[in-house]
């Protein structure tokens, strides 16, 4: 079996729970992946879910792959979760490296979470379905049974939200390499 990871918009919480990230009425990457020297990975899973108390007109939510970066907070190796025995099983160094050189690249242009600059897209291709999502609930999408979705290296994958309103939200992918 392959090993998996968790990765997620925000640091590794510690003390406190995970930091729920604010939305806006502008498009915006909550969190981004990039591969390193892995040929390739499948996304298994991916979701988001929301804080709003009251209903309201539903915000787009689309998990994505581009040729052009975002500026987001970089991962740490830390941030990124061994979801898996397979990969709980590697030693402290395999894990920091899965997570600086390896499966991963980290940096404010390759992987993390919250973006505070878009970028110029050129080329995008849906990884899963673009969503309409009420702000008073969630979304998860699995891929069973070999459907999973396919990460090419070299390509960053995002996931983006719109909302008339700002919102927070709390988002994730599960990467199997």
């Given at each position: 079996m392959a090993m998996q990871f968790l990765l997620y918009n925000g640091a590794m919480p510690t003390t406190s729970s995970a930091v729920k990230v604010a939305t806006g009425a502008s498009i915006k990457t909550m969190m981004q992946v990039f591969l390193g020297a892995t040929p390739n990975a499948k996304i298994v899973e991916w979701?988001?879910?929301?804080?709003?108390?009251a209903a309201a007109t539903p915000g787009v939510v689309e998990l994505?792959?581009?040729?052009?970066a975002a500026t987001v907070t970089a991962y740490a190796a830390a941030d990124i979760t061994a979801y898996n025995a397979e990969a709980l099983l590697l030693t402290?160094?395999?894990k920091?490296?899965?997570g600086t050189?390896?499966?991963?690249?980290?940096?404010?242009?390759t992987s993390g979470f919250t973006a505070s600059a878009e970028g110029s897209i050129?080329?995008?291709?849906?990884?899963?379905a673009p969503q309409l999502i009420a702000p008073t609930t969630q979304f998860i999408q699995q891929f069973p049974l070999g459907r999973d979705g396919l990460m090419q290296n070299?390509?960053?994958?995002?996931?983006?939200?719109?909302?008339?309103?700002?919102?927070?939200a709390l988002c994730y992918i599960i990467i199997e390499v």
């Open positions: 979701g988001a879910s929301f804080d709003a108390s994505i792959e581009t040729d052009v402290s160094s395999q920091a490296a899965a050189t390896g499966i991963f690249q980290i940096s404010t242009s050129t080329a995008t291709r849906f990884c899963g070299g390509k960053y994958y995002r996931i983006r939200m719109t909302f008339g309103s700002t919102v927070n």
